[in-house]
Protein backbone atom coordinates (compact mmCIF):
# COMPACT_ATOMS: atom_id res chain seq x y z
CA UNK A 1 0.00 0.00 0.00
CA UNK A 2 1.08 3.40 -0.63
CA UNK A 3 0.91 6.21 2.41
CA UNK A 4 -1.71 8.52 1.72
CA UNK A 5 -1.00 11.64 2.46
CA UNK A 6 -5.24 13.54 3.92
CA UNK A 7 -4.38 16.89 2.17
CA UNK A 8 -7.30 19.08 3.92
CA UNK A 9 -7.82 20.48 0.12
CA UNK A 10 -7.89 17.80 -1.77
CA UNK A 11 -8.74 14.60 0.28
CA UNK A 12 -6.37 12.00 0.80
CA UNK A 13 -3.48 11.54 -1.91
CA UNK A 14 -0.45 8.86 -2.25
CA UNK A 15 2.86 10.54 -0.96
CA UNK A 16 4.62 11.28 -4.17
CA UNK A 17 2.62 13.58 -4.58
CA UNK A 18 3.77 15.71 -1.37
CA UNK A 19 7.25 16.74 -0.27
CA UNK A 20 7.37 16.55 3.77
CA UNK A 21 9.40 18.74 6.24
CA UNK A 22 10.46 15.93 8.03
CA UNK A 23 11.16 16.66 12.00
CA UNK A 24 10.25 20.44 12.47
CA UNK A 25 13.22 22.16 14.40
CA UNK A 26 12.97 23.03 17.71
CA UNK A 27 12.30 26.50 18.68
CA UNK A 28 11.00 27.25 15.12
CA UNK A 29 12.85 28.36 12.13
CA UNK A 30 13.97 31.51 13.49
CA UNK A 31 17.72 32.57 13.19
CA UNK A 32 19.10 34.75 16.38
CA UNK A 33 22.78 34.53 15.45
CA UNK A 34 23.55 32.20 18.49
CA UNK A 35 26.10 30.07 16.80
CA UNK A 36 25.12 27.07 18.93
CA UNK A 37 21.57 26.86 18.33
CA UNK A 38 22.31 27.61 14.81
CA UNK A 39 24.36 24.35 15.05
CA UNK A 40 21.48 22.60 16.80
CA UNK A 41 18.58 23.59 14.94
CA UNK A 42 19.73 23.08 11.11
CA UNK A 43 21.80 19.37 12.27
CA UNK A 44 20.76 17.95 14.67
CA UNK A 45 17.59 15.68 15.06
CA UNK A 46 15.81 13.85 17.63
CA UNK A 47 14.18 11.20 15.12
CA UNK A 48 11.31 9.85 17.47
CA UNK A 49 9.99 6.83 17.16
CA UNK A 50 6.55 7.84 17.75
CA UNK A 51 4.24 10.64 17.22
CA UNK A 52 5.83 13.22 15.28
CA UNK A 53 4.44 16.70 14.04
CA UNK A 54 5.15 17.86 10.01
CA UNK A 55 4.64 19.87 7.64
CA UNK A 56 3.59 18.72 4.18
CA UNK A 57 3.87 20.12 0.49
CA UNK A 58 1.04 19.11 -1.87
CA UNK A 59 3.36 19.81 -4.80
CA UNK A 60 1.22 17.94 -7.48
CA UNK A 61 -1.92 19.27 -6.29
CA UNK A 62 -3.43 22.20 -4.52
CA UNK A 63 0.47 23.45 -4.17
CA UNK A 64 -0.52 24.31 -0.31
CA UNK A 65 1.13 23.55 3.12
CA UNK A 66 -0.36 22.08 5.86
CA UNK A 67 0.55 20.22 9.27
CA UNK A 68 -0.32 17.07 10.22
CA UNK A 69 0.97 14.25 13.23
CA UNK A 70 2.64 11.28 11.76
CA UNK A 71 3.46 8.13 14.07
CA UNK A 72 7.03 7.25 12.36
CA UNK A 73 6.55 3.42 13.84
CA UNK A 74 3.04 3.29 12.10
CA UNK A 75 2.57 6.01 9.75
CA UNK A 76 -0.55 6.19 11.28
CA UNK A 77 -1.75 10.09 10.78
CA UNK A 78 -3.87 12.33 12.47
CA UNK A 79 -4.60 16.19 13.52
CA UNK A 80 -4.39 17.59 10.32
CA UNK A 81 -4.48 20.90 9.47
CA UNK B 1 25.63 -42.92 8.64
CA UNK B 2 22.95 -41.07 11.10
CA UNK B 3 25.76 -38.58 12.08
CA UNK B 4 25.23 -37.11 8.80
CA UNK B 5 21.87 -36.24 9.44
CA UNK B 6 22.01 -34.40 12.74
CA UNK B 7 21.12 -30.64 13.44
CA UNK B 8 24.00 -28.89 12.87
CA UNK B 9 23.91 -25.52 15.10
CA UNK B 10 26.53 -22.45 14.12
CA UNK B 11 26.35 -20.28 17.09
CA UNK B 12 26.51 -21.72 20.51
CA UNK B 13 23.66 -19.96 23.31
CA UNK B 14 25.01 -18.70 25.71
CA UNK B 15 23.78 -17.35 28.95
CA UNK B 16 24.07 -13.80 29.42
CA UNK B 17 26.54 -12.46 32.18
CA UNK B 18 26.12 -9.37 34.74
CA UNK B 19 29.37 -7.81 33.34
CA UNK B 20 31.87 -7.23 30.62
CA UNK B 21 34.75 -5.12 29.28
CA UNK B 22 32.90 -3.93 26.18
CA UNK B 23 29.10 -4.45 25.20
CA UNK B 24 28.12 -3.73 21.96
CA UNK B 25 24.46 -2.90 21.06
CA UNK B 26 23.45 -4.76 17.78
CA UNK B 27 24.31 -8.21 15.89
CA UNK B 28 24.62 -6.57 12.26
CA UNK B 29 27.99 -6.41 10.75
CA UNK B 30 28.95 -3.54 12.36
CA UNK B 31 28.66 -5.07 15.03
CA UNK B 32 29.73 -8.41 15.16
CA UNK B 33 32.96 -7.15 12.96
CA UNK B 34 33.83 -4.63 15.72
CA UNK B 35 33.70 -8.02 18.48
CA UNK B 36 35.79 -10.21 16.00
CA UNK B 37 38.71 -7.74 15.41
CA UNK B 38 38.50 -6.68 19.24
CA UNK B 39 38.99 -10.68 19.67
CA UNK B 40 41.52 -11.31 17.23
CA UNK B 41 43.79 -8.10 16.86
CA UNK B 42 43.59 -6.68 20.46
CA UNK B 43 43.15 -10.01 22.91
CA UNK B 44 39.87 -8.64 24.14
CA UNK B 45 37.24 -10.98 24.22
CA UNK B 46 35.19 -10.19 27.30
CA UNK B 47 32.65 -8.89 24.67
CA UNK B 48 28.71 -9.27 24.36
CA UNK B 49 26.95 -8.72 21.41
CA UNK B 50 23.36 -8.03 22.26
CA UNK B 51 21.25 -8.22 19.76
CA UNK B 52 17.09 -8.09 19.90
CA UNK B 53 16.17 -10.35 17.42
CA UNK B 54 18.46 -12.74 15.47
CA UNK B 55 22.03 -11.72 13.91
CA UNK B 56 22.11 -9.93 10.45
CA UNK B 57 18.26 -9.08 10.90
CA UNK B 58 18.58 -5.79 10.20
CA UNK B 59 20.74 -3.69 6.89
CA UNK B 60 23.14 -6.80 6.91
CA UNK B 61 20.54 -9.31 5.66
CA UNK B 62 18.49 -6.59 3.71
CA UNK B 63 20.54 -5.04 1.77
CA UNK B 64 21.77 -5.53 -1.82
CA UNK B 65 25.44 -6.45 -1.78
CA UNK B 66 27.42 -4.24 -4.25
CA UNK B 67 31.26 -3.69 -2.83
CA UNK B 68 32.98 -1.06 -4.22
CA UNK B 69 35.90 1.65 -3.65
CA UNK B 70 34.71 4.29 -6.32
CA UNK B 71 34.38 7.18 -4.12
CA UNK B 72 34.29 11.12 -4.49
CA UNK B 73 36.46 13.11 -1.44
CA UNK B 74 39.97 11.18 -0.39
CA UNK B 75 39.25 10.15 2.85
CA UNK B 76 35.96 8.60 1.73
CA UNK B 77 38.16 6.64 -0.74
CA UNK B 78 40.52 5.73 1.15
CA UNK B 79 38.45 4.23 3.69
CA UNK B 80 36.13 2.24 0.99
CA UNK B 81 39.44 0.80 -0.71
CA UNK B 82 40.81 -0.02 2.40
CA UNK B 83 37.26 -2.52 3.22
CA UNK B 84 37.18 -3.59 -0.15
CA UNK B 85 40.63 -5.08 0.23
CA UNK B 86 39.53 -6.86 2.95
CA UNK B 87 36.59 -7.94 1.38
CA UNK B 88 38.72 -9.69 -0.98
CA UNK B 89 40.54 -12.40 1.80
CA UNK B 90 37.59 -12.12 4.18
CA UNK B 91 36.44 -15.89 3.00
CA UNK B 92 39.84 -17.20 3.62
CA UNK B 93 40.81 -15.22 6.97
CA UNK B 94 36.90 -16.46 8.60
CA UNK B 95 37.30 -19.66 6.63
CA UNK B 96 33.71 -18.93 5.83
CA UNK B 97 32.50 -19.31 1.90
CA UNK B 98 31.23 -15.81 1.07
CA UNK B 99 30.27 -16.17 -2.54
CA UNK B 100 32.09 -12.95 -3.82
CA UNK B 101 32.01 -12.61 -6.99
CA UNK B 102 33.66 -9.55 -8.92
CA UNK B 103 31.36 -8.31 -12.09
CA UNK B 104 32.32 -4.92 -12.97
CA UNK B 105 30.04 -1.89 -12.33
CA UNK B 106 28.58 0.79 -14.33
CA UNK B 107 27.32 3.94 -13.54
CA UNK B 108 25.47 5.43 -16.46
CA UNK B 109 25.00 8.71 -17.56
CA UNK B 110 21.51 9.98 -19.36
CA UNK B 111 22.57 13.79 -19.68
CA UNK B 112 25.66 16.29 -19.98
CA UNK B 113 25.24 16.50 -16.04
CA UNK B 114 25.71 12.95 -15.73
CA UNK B 115 28.39 13.12 -18.17
CA UNK B 116 30.16 15.66 -16.25
CA UNK B 117 29.71 13.82 -12.97
CA UNK B 118 30.93 10.48 -14.43
CA UNK B 119 34.17 11.85 -16.11
CA UNK B 120 35.21 13.87 -13.00
CA UNK B 121 34.62 10.37 -10.57
CA UNK B 122 36.92 8.55 -12.93
CA UNK B 123 39.35 11.08 -12.69
CA UNK B 124 39.13 10.94 -8.77
CA UNK B 125 39.61 7.33 -8.48
CA UNK B 126 42.22 7.28 -10.86
CA UNK B 127 44.28 10.06 -8.64
CA UNK B 128 44.03 7.64 -5.48
CA UNK B 129 44.78 4.19 -7.20
CA UNK B 130 40.36 3.11 -7.91
CA UNK B 131 40.11 1.41 -11.24
CA UNK B 132 37.81 3.06 -12.57
CA UNK B 133 37.35 4.60 -15.96
CA UNK B 134 35.19 6.94 -18.22
CA UNK B 135 33.31 5.15 -21.09
CA UNK B 136 31.46 6.01 -24.23
CA UNK B 137 28.26 5.07 -25.13
CA UNK B 138 29.86 2.30 -27.99
CA UNK B 139 32.25 0.98 -25.10
CA UNK B 140 29.15 1.07 -22.72
CA UNK B 141 27.34 -1.34 -24.82
CA UNK B 142 30.79 -3.72 -25.22
CA UNK B 143 30.74 -4.08 -21.77
CA UNK B 144 27.48 -4.85 -21.18
CA UNK B 145 25.50 -6.31 -24.43
CA UNK B 146 22.05 -6.37 -22.62
CA UNK B 147 21.04 -2.75 -21.96
CA UNK B 148 19.13 -1.08 -24.22
CA UNK B 149 21.31 1.85 -25.18
CA UNK B 150 18.39 4.27 -25.85
CA UNK B 151 16.69 4.12 -22.66
CA UNK B 152 13.49 2.71 -23.44
CA UNK B 153 13.53 5.27 -26.18
CA UNK B 154 13.14 8.21 -23.58
CA UNK B 155 16.96 8.48 -21.93
CA UNK B 156 19.59 7.47 -24.12
CA UNK B 157 22.76 6.47 -22.47
CA UNK B 158 25.55 8.93 -23.50
CA UNK B 159 28.49 7.40 -21.30
CA UNK B 160 29.41 5.87 -17.90
CA UNK B 161 32.35 5.42 -15.36
CA UNK B 162 33.40 1.93 -15.10
CA UNK B 163 34.54 -0.01 -11.81
CA UNK B 164 35.76 -3.04 -12.73
CA UNK B 165 36.71 -4.17 -9.41
CA UNK B 166 32.84 -3.68 -8.12
CA UNK B 167 31.82 -6.75 -6.62
CA UNK B 168 29.04 -8.66 -4.52
CA UNK B 169 28.91 -11.21 -1.63
CA UNK B 170 26.64 -12.96 -0.16
CA UNK B 171 25.29 -10.57 3.18
CA UNK B 172 24.19 -13.49 5.58
CA UNK B 173 27.17 -15.49 5.05
CA UNK B 174 28.96 -12.07 6.09
CA UNK B 175 27.42 -12.34 8.97
CA UNK B 176 27.80 -15.50 10.20
CA UNK B 177 31.38 -15.97 9.35
CA UNK B 178 32.36 -12.80 11.34
CA UNK B 179 30.12 -14.17 14.41
CA UNK B 180 31.02 -17.76 14.32
CA UNK B 181 35.02 -16.84 14.46
CA UNK B 182 34.43 -13.97 17.04
CA UNK B 183 32.43 -16.84 19.40
CA UNK B 184 35.04 -18.90 18.95
CA UNK B 185 37.83 -16.74 20.17
CA UNK B 186 35.94 -16.05 23.25
CA UNK B 187 33.31 -13.24 21.99
CA UNK B 188 29.49 -14.53 23.82
CA UNK B 189 26.69 -13.25 20.94
CA UNK B 190 22.82 -13.43 22.98
CA UNK B 191 20.49 -12.73 20.52
CA UNK B 192 16.65 -11.74 21.50
CA UNK B 193 18.52 -9.51 24.19
CA UNK B 194 17.30 -6.05 23.34
CA UNK B 195 18.77 -2.73 24.87
CA UNK B 196 16.01 -0.62 26.85
CA UNK B 197 18.29 1.64 28.62
CA UNK B 198 21.88 3.28 29.23
CA UNK B 199 23.12 3.86 33.02
CA UNK B 200 24.93 6.80 33.27
CA UNK B 201 26.81 7.72 36.24
CA UNK B 202 28.44 11.36 36.16
CA UNK B 203 28.63 11.71 32.27
CA UNK B 204 30.15 8.23 32.10
CA UNK B 205 28.71 5.27 30.63
CA UNK B 206 28.87 2.63 33.28
CA UNK B 207 26.18 -0.70 31.74
CA UNK B 208 22.97 -1.00 29.76
CA UNK B 209 19.43 -1.88 30.97
CA UNK B 210 18.32 -5.10 28.59
CA UNK B 211 15.19 -7.05 29.20
CA UNK B 212 17.37 -9.59 30.67
CA UNK B 213 18.15 -7.50 33.56
CA UNK B 214 21.34 -4.59 34.13
CA UNK B 215 24.59 -5.48 32.36
CA UNK B 216 28.10 -3.60 33.51
CA UNK B 217 30.09 -2.76 30.97
CA UNK B 218 33.77 -0.97 30.36
CA UNK B 219 32.49 0.72 27.01
CA UNK B 220 29.19 0.45 25.32
CA UNK B 221 29.22 0.60 21.53
CA UNK B 222 25.98 1.07 19.95
CA UNK B 223 26.00 -0.97 16.51
CA UNK B 224 22.26 -0.68 15.73
CA UNK B 225 21.73 0.54 12.18
CA UNK B 226 18.51 3.01 11.51
CA UNK B 227 17.80 2.69 15.12
CA UNK B 228 20.72 4.65 16.37
CA UNK B 229 18.83 7.67 17.28
CA UNK B 230 16.95 5.54 20.05
CA UNK B 231 20.23 4.67 21.76
CA UNK B 232 20.91 8.18 21.61
CA UNK B 233 18.03 9.92 23.11
CA UNK B 234 18.41 7.34 25.91
CA UNK B 235 21.57 8.70 26.66
CA UNK B 236 20.44 12.05 26.26
CA UNK B 237 21.73 13.58 23.33
CA UNK B 238 21.06 14.77 19.42
CA UNK B 239 23.17 13.56 16.67
CA UNK B 240 22.42 14.43 12.34
CA UNK B 241 20.76 11.28 11.57
CA UNK B 242 17.33 10.56 10.36
CA UNK B 243 16.14 7.28 9.35
CA UNK B 244 14.65 6.49 5.86
CA UNK B 245 12.95 3.29 4.80
CA UNK B 246 15.09 2.32 1.66
CA UNK B 247 13.05 -0.52 -0.50
CA UNK B 248 14.52 -3.52 -2.87
CA UNK B 249 13.11 -6.58 -4.52
CA UNK B 250 13.92 -9.44 -6.95
CA UNK B 251 12.42 -11.12 -9.93
CA UNK B 252 12.04 -14.77 -10.36
CA UNK B 253 15.00 -17.06 -11.38
CA UNK B 254 16.26 -16.71 -14.91
CA UNK B 255 18.99 -17.65 -16.76
CA UNK B 256 22.34 -15.83 -16.42
CA UNK B 257 22.57 -13.14 -18.55
CA UNK B 258 23.62 -10.00 -16.38
CA UNK B 259 27.26 -9.85 -15.47
CA UNK B 260 27.68 -6.66 -14.44
CA UNK B 261 26.10 -4.60 -11.87
CA UNK B 262 24.32 -1.78 -13.46
CA UNK B 263 23.74 1.93 -11.64
CA UNK B 264 21.98 4.95 -13.11
CA UNK B 265 21.83 8.49 -11.31
CA UNK B 266 19.41 9.65 -13.53
CA UNK B 267 17.00 6.95 -13.16
CA UNK B 268 17.72 6.46 -9.63
CA UNK B 269 17.71 2.67 -10.17
CA UNK B 270 20.64 -0.57 -10.03
CA UNK B 271 20.67 -3.41 -11.23
CA UNK B 272 22.43 -6.96 -10.83
CA UNK B 273 21.52 -10.57 -11.37
CA UNK B 274 22.32 -12.99 -8.25
CA UNK B 275 23.99 -16.52 -8.23
CA UNK B 276 20.76 -17.78 -8.14
CA UNK B 277 19.46 -15.93 -11.14
CA UNK B 278 16.93 -13.58 -9.54
CA UNK B 279 17.48 -9.91 -11.06
CA UNK B 280 17.79 -7.84 -8.36
CA UNK B 281 16.50 -4.15 -8.31
CA UNK B 282 17.25 -0.95 -5.84
CA UNK B 283 16.18 2.77 -6.13
CA UNK B 284 15.81 5.59 -4.25
CA UNK B 285 15.41 6.01 -0.15
CA UNK B 286 11.48 6.44 0.54
CA UNK B 287 11.07 10.34 0.88
CA UNK B 288 9.82 10.70 4.30
CA UNK B 289 11.32 9.33 7.63
CA UNK B 290 10.32 6.05 9.34
CA UNK B 291 10.32 2.92 10.81
CA UNK B 292 7.71 0.66 9.18
CA UNK B 293 9.34 -2.09 7.59
CA UNK B 294 6.24 -2.01 4.98
CA UNK B 295 6.72 -2.08 1.25
CA UNK B 296 4.51 0.12 -0.83
CA UNK B 297 3.16 -0.25 -4.44
CA UNK B 298 4.13 2.93 -5.67
CA UNK B 299 7.86 2.39 -5.44
CA UNK B 300 7.43 -1.47 -7.12
CA UNK B 301 5.43 -0.08 -10.01
CA UNK B 302 8.19 2.70 -10.33
CA UNK B 303 11.45 1.22 -10.43
CA UNK B 304 9.89 -1.68 -12.43
CA UNK B 305 8.87 0.65 -15.30
CA UNK B 306 12.85 2.31 -14.84
CA UNK B 307 14.49 -1.06 -14.93
CA UNK B 308 12.52 -2.30 -18.10
CA UNK B 309 13.84 1.06 -19.50
CA UNK B 310 17.48 -0.23 -19.25
CA UNK B 311 16.92 -4.07 -19.35
CA UNK B 312 13.55 -4.80 -21.89
CA UNK B 313 13.68 -8.22 -21.15
CA UNK B 314 12.82 -7.83 -17.58
CA UNK B 315 9.49 -7.26 -18.45
CA UNK B 316 8.01 -10.61 -19.28
CA UNK B 317 9.57 -11.66 -15.10
CA UNK B 318 7.30 -12.27 -12.76
CA UNK B 319 8.51 -10.58 -9.29
CA UNK B 320 9.25 -13.12 -6.21
CA UNK B 321 10.08 -10.66 -3.56
CA UNK B 322 10.09 -7.02 -2.45
CA UNK B 323 11.42 -6.06 1.21
CA UNK B 324 12.38 -2.74 2.89
CA UNK B 325 15.41 -2.38 5.43
CA UNK B 326 15.80 1.36 7.67
CA UNK B 327 18.88 3.22 7.25
CA UNK B 328 20.48 5.61 8.88
CA UNK B 329 20.93 8.74 6.21
CA UNK B 330 23.52 11.66 7.83
CA UNK B 331 23.52 15.15 6.06
CA UNK B 332 26.75 14.42 4.04
CA UNK B 333 25.98 10.67 3.44
CA UNK B 334 29.42 10.01 5.04
CA UNK B 335 29.19 7.53 8.48
CA UNK B 336 29.37 9.22 11.77
CA UNK B 337 30.91 6.93 14.32
CA UNK B 338 33.62 6.91 16.79
CA UNK B 339 33.13 8.65 20.78
CA UNK B 340 30.46 10.56 21.91
CA UNK B 341 29.78 13.36 24.19
CA UNK B 342 29.03 10.59 26.95
CA UNK B 343 31.92 9.08 27.78
CA UNK B 344 32.92 5.11 26.99
CA UNK B 345 29.35 5.23 24.67
CA UNK B 346 30.70 4.96 21.15
CA UNK B 347 28.76 4.89 18.02
CA UNK B 348 29.35 3.43 14.85
CA UNK B 349 26.70 4.23 12.73
CA UNK B 350 25.21 6.64 9.83
CA UNK B 351 25.58 3.84 7.56
CA UNK B 352 22.70 4.80 5.47
CA UNK B 353 22.14 2.73 2.43
CA UNK B 354 25.80 2.57 1.80
CA UNK B 355 27.25 0.64 4.87
CA UNK B 356 27.21 -3.36 3.85
CA UNK B 357 30.86 -2.46 2.13
CA UNK B 358 32.38 -1.09 4.86
CA UNK B 359 31.92 -3.03 7.47
CA UNK B 360 35.35 -4.30 7.59
CA UNK B 361 37.46 -0.98 7.49
CA UNK B 362 34.82 0.11 10.04
CA UNK B 363 34.98 -2.99 12.37
CA UNK B 364 38.73 -3.19 12.63
CA UNK B 365 39.10 0.32 12.92
CA UNK B 366 36.62 0.87 16.04
CA UNK B 367 37.89 -2.38 17.56
CA UNK B 368 41.30 -0.13 17.60
CA UNK B 369 39.62 3.14 18.82
CA UNK B 370 38.06 0.94 21.75
CA UNK B 371 41.14 -1.46 22.67
CA UNK B 372 43.48 1.79 22.46
CA UNK B 373 41.48 4.78 23.28
CA UNK B 374 42.81 6.34 20.07
CA UNK B 375 41.05 7.44 17.07
CA UNK B 376 42.52 5.68 13.87
CA UNK B 377 43.09 7.93 11.05
CA UNK B 378 41.30 6.08 8.88
CA UNK B 379 38.32 7.10 10.90
CA UNK B 380 38.86 10.62 12.08
CA UNK B 381 37.19 12.50 9.41
CA UNK B 382 33.98 10.67 10.41
CA UNK B 383 33.96 12.10 13.96
CA UNK B 384 30.04 12.68 15.08
CA UNK B 385 31.14 16.92 16.01
CA UNK B 386 32.05 17.26 12.38
CA UNK B 387 29.15 19.33 11.35
CA UNK B 388 29.62 21.84 14.22
CA UNK B 389 33.37 22.30 12.77
CA UNK B 390 31.99 22.81 9.47
CA UNK B 391 34.20 19.58 8.46
CA UNK B 392 31.53 17.89 6.20
CA UNK B 393 32.56 14.62 3.90
CA UNK B 394 30.16 15.01 1.30
CA UNK B 395 29.45 11.92 -0.81
CA UNK B 396 25.94 12.31 -1.92
CA UNK B 397 26.83 11.74 -5.41
CA UNK B 398 28.38 8.67 -4.85
CA UNK B 399 27.04 7.49 -2.27
CA UNK B 400 23.92 5.99 -4.27
CA UNK B 401 21.74 3.48 -3.18
CA UNK B 402 24.21 0.78 -2.34
C1 LIG C 1 17.50 -2.37 0.58
C2 LIG C 1 18.89 -1.98 1.03
C3 LIG C 1 19.95 -2.07 0.15
C4 LIG C 1 21.25 -1.74 0.54
N1 LIG C 1 22.27 -1.93 -0.34
C5 LIG C 1 23.55 -1.73 0.06
C6 LIG C 1 24.63 -2.06 -0.81
O1 LIG C 1 24.42 -2.57 -1.92
N2 LIG C 1 25.91 -1.82 -0.40
C7 LIG C 1 26.16 -1.27 0.83
O2 LIG C 1 27.33 -1.04 1.16
N3 LIG C 1 25.16 -0.97 1.71
C8 LIG C 1 23.85 -1.20 1.35
N4 LIG C 1 22.82 -0.94 2.23
C9 LIG C 1 23.14 -0.39 3.57
C10 LIG C 1 23.55 -1.48 4.56
O3 LIG C 1 22.59 -2.51 4.57
C11 LIG C 1 23.67 -0.93 5.99
O4 LIG C 1 24.41 0.26 6.00
C12 LIG C 1 24.36 -1.92 6.92
O5 LIG C 1 23.79 -3.19 6.81
C13 LIG C 1 24.30 -1.45 8.35
O6 LIG C 1 24.81 -2.46 9.20
P1 LIG C 1 24.73 -2.28 10.78
O7 LIG C 1 25.49 -3.40 11.37
O8 LIG C 1 25.14 -0.88 11.13
O9 LIG C 1 23.17 -2.34 11.13
P2 LIG C 1 22.04 -3.57 11.03
O10 LIG C 1 22.55 -4.60 10.10
O11 LIG C 1 20.80 -2.89 10.76
O12 LIG C 1 22.14 -4.15 12.48
C14 LIG C 1 21.64 -3.47 13.59
C15 LIG C 1 21.08 -4.51 14.56
O13 LIG C 1 20.78 -3.85 15.80
C16 LIG C 1 19.66 -4.50 16.37
N5 LIG C 1 19.07 -3.58 17.36
C17 LIG C 1 18.45 -2.40 17.14
N6 LIG C 1 18.07 -1.84 18.29
C18 LIG C 1 18.47 -2.67 19.29
C19 LIG C 1 18.36 -2.64 20.72
N7 LIG C 1 17.76 -1.60 21.35
N8 LIG C 1 18.88 -3.68 21.44
C20 LIG C 1 19.49 -4.73 20.80
N9 LIG C 1 19.61 -4.81 19.45
C21 LIG C 1 19.11 -3.79 18.70
C22 LIG C 1 18.76 -4.79 15.18
O14 LIG C 1 17.86 -5.84 15.47
C23 LIG C 1 19.78 -5.15 14.09
O15 LIG C 1 19.97 -6.53 13.96
C24 LIG C 1 21.50 -1.24 1.86
C25 LIG C 1 20.43 -1.13 2.76
C26 LIG C 1 19.14 -1.52 2.37
C27 LIG C 1 18.01 -1.40 3.36
ZN1 LIG D 1 -3.77 19.35 -1.91
Known sequence: ???????????????????????????????????????????????????QRERWYH??????????????????????? | MLKLFRRHQYLRQDTLGHSYD???????????????????????????????????????????????????????????????????????DLDYNMLRSERGL???AHSDPQIRNQRERALQNQQFGVDTVYLDARQVHDVCPELDMSGGGKRPILGAAYHAPGATIRHDAVAWGYAIEAQRLGVSIHQGVEVTGLRIDRGRCVGVETNGGFVAAGQVLSAVGGYVTQITNMAGFRIPIVTHPLQAFVTESYKPVLDRIVAS???????????????????????????????????????????????????????????????????????????????RLLLSSGWGTWGFKAIPASGIS?????????????????ALDRFRRDLAVPERASAGTH
Open chain 1, 1 to 51: MALMIPCPNCGPRPYGEFWPSGELPEGGHAVDGDVDADYRRVWLRTNIAGE
Open chain 1, 59 to 81: HAGCRRWFSLTRNTLTNAIHDVV
Open chain 2, 22 to 92: VVIIGGGGHGLATAYYLARNFGIRNVAILERSYIGSGGTGRNTTVLRANYKTPDTIRFYQRSFEMYATLAQ
Open chain 2, 106 to 108: LWL
Open chain 2, 265 to 343: ADLHIYVSQSSRGEVLIGAEIDPYSSYSTRSTFPFLASCSSRAIDLFPFLAKLRILRQWTGLCDMTPDYSPLMGVTEVD
Open chain 2, 366 to 382: MAELIATGKVPPLIAPF
